[in-house]
């Protein structure tokens, strides 16, 4: 199971460009939300094997279920799980959160996007 600093994944944060689209994927949007799940302290694993059901909206705070609990997600952070989500248009439903045309996205594959902005901020 691969844990990142989540200090580190926070400073990388700020150099996310949400506008960024590849491929037709608003890949922007998907980086900054992965991200914010590793700030968040999720590994590599869960957040490859999140769901859009297990993120869920209480008021203006935004959760996400992970096995038997509930871990809140500061506002900042939940913003960008939401701005995803709704991106995709996948609230609420079975779908993982983070797929693209070649299926969902892998724990290497999160390992991979998180590097990319690590390199960049270091």
């Not at 150099?15 to 890949?27: E, F, I, S």
Request: proline letters at 7%.
């Amino acid at each position: 199971m691969n844990h990142f600093d989540p200090a580190a994944a926070a400073k990388c944060l700020p150099h996310v460009n949400p506008g960024c689209v590849r491929g037709g994927l608003a890949v922007g949007l998907r980086d900054g939300a992965v991200l914010a799940l590793v700030v968040a302290e999720l590994s590599s694993r869960e957040i490859a094997g999140l769901r859009a059901h297990q993120v869920r909206q209480v008021g203006r705070r935004v959760f996400v279920k992970l096995d038997h609990r509930l871990l809140p997600l500061p506002d900042p952070l939940g913003s960008r799980l939401l701005a995803w989500l709704v991106e995709q248009n996948i609230w609420g439903s079975e779908e993982p959160v983070f797929a693209g045309q070649r299926g969902a996205l892998t724990p290497e594959g999160v390992i991979k996007i998180v590097r990319r902005y690590l390199r960049g901020v270091q």
